[in-house]
């Protein structure tokens, strides 16, 4: 059975785009990739900036779904400019991701939709037994 899971203040992703930001099937929980954009503020051009807004959103979705930032299994995240940003998106995700650490998969790509994104992060979750 699969669930789905749109925190209020982004149903215009299922309204325009048609797709759910959180989907639960079984316990686990499939996000669907989060960069920085929200209808409230622009995506910031400070890498470091932009980085915080984009857990703040994944922070909304995990809640969303009754999860916090602990139940994260697994992460993949995808950069512009992954060499020259890493390390600023390394420091800014120790901040919400502790220890034991998800599995992660960092990928450099070309382009994201939204303007100005340098990072989008897909995860997966499970529900604490």
Do not use: C
């Not at 992703?13 to 099937?25: G, I, K, L, N």
């Not at 807004?53 to 969303?64: M, N, Q």
């Not at 995700?93 to 303007?115: H, L, M, Q, R, T």
Request: hydrophobic share 40%; proline share 7%; net charge negative.
């Amino acid at each position: 059975m699969k669930t789905v899971i749109v925190p209020e203040a982004f149903q215009h992703y299922v309204d325009d785009w048609h797709f759910t930001p959180v989907v639960e099937s079984d316990g686990t929980v499939y996000l669907s990739g989060i960069t920085a954009a929200r209808a409230d503020k622009p995506i910031s051009r400070d890498p470091e900036e932009q980085f915080h807004d984009a857990f703040f959103k994944l922070g909304i979705y995990l809640e969303a779904a009754g999860l916090t930032f602990d139940d994260i299994l697994e992460m993949t995240t995808y950069h512009i400019n992954l060499k020259l940003n890493i390390d600023t998106f390394s420091k800014v995700k120790d901040e919400y991701i502790k220890p034991p650490y998800p599995a992660w998969s960092a990928i450099g790509v070309a382009e994201f939709i939204p303007e100005n994104a340098l990072v989008e992060m897909r995860i997966v979750a499970k529900r604490p037994q």
